[in-house]
C-alpha cells in the first residue's frame, strides 16, 4: 500500500555547488504522486523542523525551482546542529503533528545519524514514516559510496585554482601554499594533482591527513623540488596530523577556536598556511613565501560546476523519491561506478553510513606520502566534468644571445 501524507525536506552540514539539484530533485519528483500531499522545506535543517519554520514547496513554480536547482548553496540554509536522541524525539513530533509521512534529508553522515535516528523513534509508536538520506558532501568521505554529490564540483574548482597557481609561480618563481579542506580525508586536496600537465606544473607536493605530516621531511622535500626547479607548489589538507595523530595546527598553534562539538576549527584561519610558511622561510632562508587558505571558496564557487556532479545529485534526489514510493522504502542512497563512466544507485541501511568516515585507500597515495598516484587521477577525472581547460605554455625558441 503506498503510504499517503506530507513530504518534508531539510539540507545540513556545509553548502555546496549542486545541493539544490538533489532538492529540485526531490521536489519535482514528489509532485508526480497524488498521495504526497504537500512538499515542504525546513529552514535551517533541523532547527527549521523543530521551529516548524517550513516553506510550502508545492507552491514553487517550476520555472524558479529549475534556477535555483543552477544555484550553489543550500536553498533551504542550512545547520551544524548534530542533534541526540532526545533533539530527534522533538523532531519526530513536529513530523507527527504535520502528517509528515516522507522525510529527505540532504546531508553527510552526521544527516544521516539524525535520519537514523527519527526512523527509530517512528518505530518505536508504529508510526508509517519513509525516511532517506540523500548522500551530500565535498570532503567525499561517505562509506560505501564511490563519490557523493558536491565532490565533483569543488574538485573541479581546486584543480583549476592550482592551475592558476602553477600559471603564477612559473611568472615569479617561490614557494606556494594552497590549505584545503578536508579533516580526516584528502580526497578534495588530492583533486590539486589534476592541474598537473607539464613536468613542472605542480602541486609539486600533496600532503593529507591519511599520512603522517612530520615537519623535518616537509622542509627536506621543499628544499628538494626549489632546488631543481626554482619554485615549489604546495597542496596541503587542513586535516594534517603528526605521528601522534594530533592536528598539526594544534602542535603549531595553541589559540585555536572549537566549534560546538569539540572539533578545533581548521576552515576560519589561516595559520595552518602561515605557519608552514614561516617554517620554510625560517629553514630554508626563502623569502618568497605565500599562503591561501581555501575555506569556504571551494564549497559554492559560483560558475565552477561539474556537469556530472550536477546530473548525479539531480538524480539521487529523483531516486530517492522513487524509492520511498514505490519501494516503500527507508535507508540512505549510495552512488555506485559501474562501468568507466557510469553509475548506479542503491540504498543501504542508514546505520551503515551514519557517523563513519571514508579515507583515501592506500593505492591512491604514493609511498613517499607527498604525491598521489595515476590511479587516484584516473578515479577523479570523469568527477571533475567535461570542459576542463588547461593552459598552455609558449613553445618558441630562445633568440640566440649577441653580447
Not at 583549476?160 to 578534495?188: E, K, P, S
Not at 607527498?370 to 577525472?381: E, M, P, W
Request: net charge neutral; aromatic share 8%; charged share 20%.
Amino acid at each position: 500500500m503506498v503510504l499517503k501524507g506530507k513530504v518534508l525536506i531539510a539540507q545540513g552540514g556545509g553548502p555546496t555547488a549542486v545541493i539544490n539539484q538533489s532538492l529540485a530533485g526531490i521536489v519535482s519528483e514528489s509532485r508526480k504522486y497524488g498521495e504526497m500531499l504537500r512538499t515542504y522545506g525546513a529552514i535551517h535543517g533541523v532547527e527549521g523542523i523543530i521551529n516548524e519554520d517550513f516553506l510550502d514547496l508545492t507552491q514553487e513554480t517550476s520555472h524558479n525551482l529549475e534556477q535555483v536547482a543552477l544555484t550553489p548553496s543550500s536553498a533551504l540554509w542550512s545547520t551544524r546542529i548534530k542533534p541526540d536522541v532526545k533533539y530527534c524525539h522533538e523532531i519526530f513530533k513536529v513530523l507527527q503533528a504535520h502528517d509528515i509521512r516522507y522525510f529527505f534529508y540532504i546531508g553527510g553522515n552526521d544527516s544521516a545519524d539524525t535520519v537514523r535516528i527519527v526512523g527509530e523513534e517512528a518505530r518505536k509508536v508504529n508510526y508509517d514514516l519513509r525516511t532517506i538520506h540523500v548522500p551530500k558532501t565535498i570532503d567525499n568521505d561517505l562509506v560505501l559510496n564511490d563519490h557523493t554529490p558536491g565532490y565533483g564540483s569543488a574538485a573541479r574548482f581546486v584543480a583549476q585554482a592550482f592551475m592558476g597557481v602553477n600559471l603564477d609561480m612559473r611568472a615569479l618563481n617561490g614557494v606556494y601554499i594552497g590549505v584545503v579542506m578536508g579533516r580526516n580525508a584528502g580526497f578534495l586536496t588530492a583533486a590539486s594533482a589534476i592541474a598537473q600537465r607539464y613536468p613542472d606544473d605542480g602541486p609539486h607536493l600533496i600532503y593529507l591527513p591519511e599520512r603522517a605530516f612530520h615537519m623535518d621531511k616537509f622542509l627536506a622535500d621543499v628544499k628538494q623540488v626549489y632546488e631543481r626547479h626554482g619554485m615549489c607548489i604546495i597542496a596541503v589538507s587542513e586535516g594534517i596530523r603528526d605521528a601522534n595523530g594530533r592536528l598539526m595546527i594544534s602542535t603549531l598553534h595553541n589559540d585555536l577556536e572549537v566549534d560546538a562539538h569539540g572539533n578545533v576549527c581548521l576552515s576560519g584561519t589561516g595559520a595552518l598556511g602561515e605557519l608552514l610558511s614561516q617554517q620554510i622561510k625560517v629553514k630554508l632562508g626563502i623569502s618568497r613565501v605565500r599562503s591561501d587558505t581555501f575555506g569556504y571558496l571551494q564549497r559554492s564557487f559560483v560558475g565552477c560546476v561539474s556537469d556530472i556532479d550536477q546530473h548525479e545529485a539531480r538524480e539521487v534526489g529523483e531516486r530517492a523519491v522513487q524509492l520511498a514510493y514505490w519501494n516503500n522504502c527507508n535507508g540512505s542512497l549510495t552512488i555506485n561506478r559501474t562501468g568507466n563512466y557510469s553509475v548506479d544507485y542503491r540504498l543501504v541501511g542508514v546505520e551503515e553510513i551514519a557517523a563513519k568516515t571514508k579515507l583515501m585507500p592506500d593505492e591512491y597515495i604514493t609511498s613517499e606520502g607527498n604525491q598521489v598516484t595515476d590511479a587516484f587521477k584516473f578515479y577523479v577525472r570523469p568527477l571533475i566534468g567535461a570542459g576542463l581547460q588547461f593552459p598552455a605554455h609558449l613553445r618558441a625558441p630562445r633568440v640566440p644571445k649577441l653580447l
